[in-house]
């Protein structure tokens, strides 16, 4: 980790700072999930039952979060 080729600032050789590299990639994985959701009946099944389960509450038990996970019903 101590051969990195940044300075003090985080600041590569060319001019660029690490959090733009993150923020390429960032970018990246938004633009490749944006297309798979839209395009991808898979993924954008997946993606509803993802967001299905994370929709749970603190005032709901994990089992019914699991069990929301587990049913197949797609609106």
Same mark, same amino acid.
């Given at each position: 980790?101590?051969?990195? *080729?940044?300075?003090? *600032?985080? !600041?590569?050789?060319?001019?660029?700072?690490?959090?733009?590299?993150?923020?390429? !990639?960032?970018? $990246?994985? $938004? !633009?490749? %999930?944006?297309?798979? %959701?839209?395009?991808? $009946? @898979?993924?954008?099944?997946? $993606?509803?039952?993802?967001?299905?389960? #994370? @929709?749970? @509450?603190?005032?709901?038990?994990?089992?019914?979060? !699991?069990?929301? #996970?587990?049913?197949?019903?797609?609106?």
């Amino acid at each position: 980790m101590s051969n990195s *080729n940044l300075n003090k *600032n985080g !600041v590569d050789s060319s001019g660029i700072h690490w959090l733009q590299y993150a923020a390429f !990639v960032l970018t $990246a994985f $938004a !633009v490749y %999930f944006s297309w798979a %959701f839209f395009n991808d $009946a @898979n993924f954008h099944h997946f $993606a509803a039952k993802i967001f299905k389960f #994370w @929709n749970c @509450n603190g005032y709901n038990p994990l089992n019914y979060c !699991v069990m929301r #996970w587990k049913s197949d019903f797609y609106p």
